[in-house]
């Protein structure tokens, strides 16, 4: 059997990389709603 004993490992990098994905997506999300009323108001 392996050493592993349940809640002991370090999930830092993980935390930061989720940190950075829901980061990109809220930046993501915004920019097409900008994107998206830009095109409303420009095709009047």
Do not use: P, R
């Amino acid at each position: 059997m392996s050493d592993y004993e349940h809640g002991k490992m370090d999930i830092d990098v993980q935390e930061k990389t989720f940190a950075g994905f829901t980061k990109m997506v809220t930046y993501g999300t915004i920019a097409v709603i900008l994107t998206l009323i830009f095109l409303a108001l420009a095709n009047g």
